[in-house]
């Protein structure tokens, strides 16, 4: 019943993207079915909570196969549009991985066997970072094990912050654990497979699959995000939200392709849905899709705007009402109060812009990302002042970053000092932007063109059409 249950949630993502947006390919379908089925699953979960109903096996099972079955009804009534649909993508387009040579397969190649490695690492170790095995993985059991998220750990406060944390990931792991997994380690393993997938599908339609495939590699062996992604904890999953977010918003604007901006307003949902700082992603994300609408487009629709945020930032206002709704019980969880006057010490923001600057340059966390980024950007420099395009993608891009040091100057810590946040966990709050770096890296010129050439030149000769 174990593999069974993610292969429910695999299903049901799968479905809601076929069923309700529909001409995913197989590649994009592979990366997003378990990020967005899980988030999905959390949602219901939720609902039952708020509904007063157990979080069980049994209750679970009805909600989520209930809603597999009407997606694939709703498919079964419409199959010709949905056989259209795939005739018009084509057999050949829905499967296409890649453009085959050695080089794309030695990359590939690589990714998967460091794909392996570090899974089999994850799921051979027990559970040990302190944040979850006092908050996450602890919070899960206790709801498993009591089907309610608030549970004796949250009256008794024996569980830490991260119970005050939006749930995706906390319900999550009660998920896996409800249906008889020891380990919730399966959780980590699936959303980092779903953020070098995910990553790689989406910059196939960005870049050639030489420049996909190398970004997707470089992105992936970003010293701390590949050793946080075998720790179960939030920052690797809630980047993978966040970063693909935008750039499936990016892709919709670049190929027109209406199913982009579904996918984009779904994973910035999750996004929130898992931490709250998510909201420097819906926040780039808004203000690119205004830009798009009002400046590029010239549309004077304001309805459109205000649908994209309220979807986006839903879930994360159902958890705050949520809170806010049992104060009583969840305050005592928060880490931090947020000022809403701007702050302007000029100590503290120098603190944190030296921290910031370290973390990035440093090898150990982020590898070469920066100095390639920064690379791309001087290689790019003409571009950007004569195509209003490019320095858009890179305004988009760096919003983030500078979100979350808005958001690190304007909190107050109840139980920590901001010199420990900086040193010892901001440099997990920029998985994101390293993910964001590397999609900017491998779609600027020129290394875009360059990819390209290499595509031609190593691939073999498509066949003349008869």
Known sequence: MSLISIVIVILLGMFLLQSIIKGFSFIELLGFSFPIGIGVVTVLMFFLEVLGLVISKENILVVVIGMILLLSAKMIYNYK?????????????????????????????????????????????????????????????????????????????????????????????????????????????????????????????????????????????????????????????????????????????????????????????????????????????????????????????????????????????????????????????????????????????AKILSITKFNFFSNNYYGITIYVFFSAIVFNLIRIYSQKDSLVTLIVILIPLFGYLFLINQIELRSDSIDNIMKYSAKRFFFGIVILMWFYIVQSFPFKQIFYTLDTFLSPPSKAKR
């Not at 795939?86 to 050695?102: A, C, D, P, V």
């Not at 004796?152 to 749930?167: H, R, W």
């Not at 910059?203 to 050793?227: D, H, Q, V, Y």
């Open 81 to 349: 549009e949905y056989i259209l649909c795939f005739r018009r993508s084509s057999f050949q387009k829905f499967f296409l991985l890649g453009k085959f040579n050695l080089l794309w397969l030695t990359l590939v190649s690589g990714t998967i066997l460091l794909l392996v490695i570090v899974s089999s690492k994850s799921l051979y170790w027990p559970t040990f970072a302190s944040d979850s095995v006092t908050s996450f993985d602890l919070f899960g059991k206790v709801i498993a094990s009591e089907g309610t998220i608030l549970n004796s750990s949250i009256y008794e406060k024996s569980v830490g912050f991260g119970a005050a944390y939006p749930p995706l990931y906390s319900l999550g792991l009660a998920y896996v654990y409800i249906f008889g997994f020891e380990s919730s380690k399966i959780i980590p393993v699936l959303f980092f497979i779903s953020l070098v997938v995910g990553f790689y599908a989406l910059l196939l339609k960005n870049t050639s699959s030489i420049g996909a495939a190398l970004g997707t590699l470089f992105m992936m062996i970003s010293p701390e995000l590949i050793s946080q992604s075998a720790v179960n904890i939030t920052s690797v999953p809630q980047a993978m939200f966040g970063a693909t977010g935008l750039i499936a918003l990016l892709t919709w604007n670049k190929t027109k392709e209406t199913k982009y901006l579904y996918l984009s307003v779904l994973l910035l949902a999750f996004n929130g849905w898992i931490r709250s700082e998510g909201i420097v992603y819906i926040g780039a994300a808004f203000l690119y899709y205004c830009y798009i609408l009002f400046v590029e487009h010239k549309v004077r629709d304001y309805i459109k705007p205000v649908i994209f945020l309220f979807a986006s930032v839903f879930p994360f206002i159902m958890w705050q009402l949520f809170m806010r709704w049992n104060i009583n019980l969840m305050d005592s969880f928060v880490q931090v109060d947020f000022k809403m006057v701007p702050s302007f010490d000029k100590l503290r923001l």
